[in-house]
């Protein structure tokens, strides 16, 4: 299988395993909104670019034609974002789904790697949450992860072989960053303010660094299809307490960071288990948290020019909850317009947080180049 089409390669994990496919002599085709700029992708003889919608059956269709494998990242991908729209949420995240798998199957496509969540499991007590478990998802997100994981289900034969990954939070350094994560988010309060303040501490969180996550797809696509048709994988790294990711930021960062801890109503614990990977596809990831906070400290400190000259391109706007920030929404200065970022090239992004006494508990970032 040579030729692959990403949908959502653009995004957060596209942004790394677009180059990995590429460095893997893949020929990749990334179907994209490209809504931050195609400027995330550097020029390759074997890339080749489709800005489109996902909810454009017509041109997406077209783009499956010699395709030998999809990878779909492509969705709203946080909770908060269906509040902000719903009928959005839904429209991409679940309704434009079974259509694509229908085109798929009917331009012969090989394989179908399908990216859900480990949050479709929702709040489980059990010790090990594997795969077999019952699906009890809390939110609209995680609702419609579960009903395309059915949809792709249906679909599923000897010739259409179809595997469904169920990543743990990813976390660390790609050219298209995302600052909701809480690994990320962490890292650059400690970075910028140095401190970092937490909400209850003993919830579990289950992450995955973003280059482990990138080689769970290639080795989906490099497996023998007895190992992943029909298939159903966890993927993390392992379980740790929002406050043993906060020790492990401040081990990295600097011992001069302060760790606030804050009581909280909302003792949500999040865990996996990510045996199942490793017992069939011999997948054990390689990288820890430290690592993606070592990534994320490298691309945020400063330069030699410390009077390097900077461009305001927007707000990232969000609340806290937890130790995530939620209802994420980027606008210009004013609040009044929504900006459109490019996170793209080699420039060196840099963050820097101001807290204002009228966000309250809002937290508002600026980026820089």
Known sequence: MKKILLIGGGGYVGSALTPKLLDENYEVTVYDLFIYGEDVLEKNKNLKLIKGDIRNIDLLSKSLVNQDAIIHLACISNDPSFELNPELGKSINLDCFRPLVEAAKKQEIKRFIYASSSSVYGIKKEKNVNEDLILEPLTDYS?????????????????????????????????????????????????????????????????????DMINVYLEILKAKKDKINGQIFNAGYDNFTVKEIALAVKSIIGEDIEIETVETNDNRSYHISSQKMKDILNF??????????????????????????????????????????????????????????????????RLQQKTTDECFEKICWRFYF
């Open 143 to 211: 609702k419609f992860k579960v009903e395309c994981e059915k949809i792709l289900s249906e679909y599923t034969s000897d010739t259409f072989q179809t595997t469904i990954v169920r990543p743990a939070t990813v976390c660390g350094y790609a050219r298209r960053q995302r600052l909701d994560v809480v690994v990320n988010i962490l890292t650059n309060l400690a970075f910028n303010k140095r401190k970092i303040k937490i909400f209850g501490g003993e919830q579990l969180r289950p992450n995955i660094h973003i280059q």
């Open 284 to 349: 054990n990831p390689k990288f820890t948290i430290k690592d993606a906070v070592s990534t994320l400290e490298l691309v945020t400190s400063p330069t030699d020019e410390e009077e390097q000259k900077t461009e305001v391109l927007g707000t990232f706007l969000g609340s806290e909850s937890g130790v995530e920030y939620r209802n994420i929404i980027l606008t210009n200065d004013s609040g009044t317009e929504p900006v459109v970022l490019s996170l793209g090239g080699k420039s060196t992004l």
